[in-house]
């Protein structure tokens, strides 16, 4: 049996880590709020965006064109990764990490032989990830999630569009966890570019939301039509990628706060056995002076 | 006249207005009550909101606007008060 003071002191050990995991999780619960908050206020920007293209697109006979629809043979690759920065959010990061390595290995083996498959990583865990490993990374925009807004998030997309249009890559995939609720997650490997045409028909961003048929209006476009479309086009990507970042974020730290929760369950269950390891064992001291008290008085009363 | 401007981060500004001036792709604007409905690419530029006594300026970036049925709607990657 532990000694008394070793048991004392894991005791103090335990709960001190059990206030932290619960001071953790409700971090982790506020800064959910946070990006919840966020994402819902982007909301209404997003859903008009694509209301106006979708207008335009149905509208138009002219069939949309934009240079970030250009299919290319698939040479180059750019796989763009949303992590966290901090660990501690249970097998959140692990598992895109996982989504990320197999979608370069299934869909692109070939241009993965041959280091052509560059991993953008936002966030650093995937970032410490994917330099360790010796893996093609860019890592210019691995830590603007401490101070996420749309302002970082669209220069990064920016260079990923312009990289793009200078050929740069030919395929640009996005991976992330999106937020189901505080407990799931689910990951995403979806295609950031180029667009496919029957997704800049319904963009993604609304695709949850129900879009009611207005009467049809009897649009002036200027400057026209097509050249609004191409206009718009990169700003659903951003919205796009703006997106992905914040589900990704929302998932991190619902994941982080499921995990601590867990953590200071586990804290409480192990308090309580070491409490009862620590009663039983102050009650066998005791019993044990008890009895060498009364054998001792009983050696003195005998041998007088 | 009802104006929204929209960024992706908040929104900018919302409210009743007499008129908006705004830098279109191919010149610079102004939408008062009962324009025709108009969906028009905007440049980086000068906002000018008219509230009737007071003004206010916002610089956008790069952006478009929607105006129909007397509702006028401007979606702005960035939008900052002046």
Redesign the interface.
Known sequence: MPSLKEVRSRITSVSSTQQITKAMKMVAAAKLRKAQD?SM??R???K??SD?LK??VTNSEQAASSEYMDERPTAKVLIIIATSDRGLCGGFNSNAIKAAVNAAKEKYASQLEAGNVTFMCIGKKGRDFFLKRNYKVDAEYAEILAKL???VA?NAAEKVMLAFKNKEYDVVELVYNEFKNVATQVIQVERFLPISLNLSAQPQSTSKLDLKKDEP???????DQA??VT??LP?TL??QF?KALLESNASENGARMSAMDKATENAGELLKELKLTYNRTRQAAITKEILEIVGGAEALASGA | MYLEIVTPDQKVFAGDIVGVQVPGSKGSFEVLENHAALVSTLENGNVRVNEGKTSQNFLIDSGVIEVKNNKVIILAESAKKQ
């Open positions: 966020r206020q982007m209404p920007y997003a008009k965006l106006i207008n335009i807004s749309f302002e669209r209006t009897d649009y002036v476009f200027e400057p050249e609004i206009q718009l700003k951003k919205i703006y």
